[in-house]
């Protein structure tokens, strides 16, 4: 995708969603340019405009997947909390992270660590089987991103998320549902 094309699409965002997909392309940029082969892997992706008749609907899609994956770091952020917001120290979140006593995202421009209020009760304590679910979720090779939404979407069934099953205290469900998460490979 060409720079201009990437330009287009970041100005046909709404206004609330342009500064986040612009911090987004900058985080990206930044990596690259520290991590040389990732550079070079992002190097052959791209292509000169011209190479292809399908390049203008080739960028518009990987410009989509931009706002895509955007959303889904916008959509976790609104849905987690930060050290401030749970009233503890962040190196007590970073000692139950480390355990794997806590489920922790690393956002996108932001140095702190986000945790996904669903682990937690109403009294701010992490829920009961939190160790569980993220040894599930290593071993499933799911990202922390990756169980967080799926801990969050309603589940086919009857519309409950894992989440609200663990809160009661369905443990062993939501461990073997997130073991299964990534049975085929996916």
């Known amino acids: 995708m060409s720079f201009k094309t990437l330009e287009r699409e970041v100005a046909r965002l709404p206004e609330s969603d342009r500064q ?6 900058t985080a990206v940029g930044t990596v690259l340019m520290r991590d040389t082969s990732a550079l070079m892997d992002a190097a052959r992706l791209v292509r000169s405009e011209g190479d292809d008749a399908d390049s ?15 959303a889904l770091w916008h959509r976790a952020a609104e849905e987690s909390l930060t050290a401030e917001d749970l009233g503890v120290s962040r190196q007590q979140l970073k000692h139950l992270r480390d355990a794997g006593r806590l489920v922790a995202l690393r956002l996108p421009l932001r140095r702190e660590f986000v945790y996904p209020a669903w682990q937690f ?6 829920l009961e089987g939190i160790s569980e679910v993220t040894r599930a ?3 499933a090779r799911l990202s922390p991103l990756a169980l967080h939404l799926l801990m969050v979407s309603p589940a086919a069934e009857d519309g409950t ?12 469900y939501v461990v073997q549902l997130v073991a299964a998460s990534n049975a085929h490979g996916s």
């Open 20 to 25: 986040g997909a612009e911090e987004a392309i």
């Open 56 to 70: 203008p609907s080739q960028a518009e899609q990987e410009a989509r997947n931009l706002r895509r994956v955007f």
């Open 121 to 126: 009760s109403a009294t701010g304590e992490p």
């Open 137 to 139: 979720a290593e071993e």
């Open 161 to 172: 998320a894992p989440a609200d099953w663990l809160a009661s205290g369905k443990r062993d």
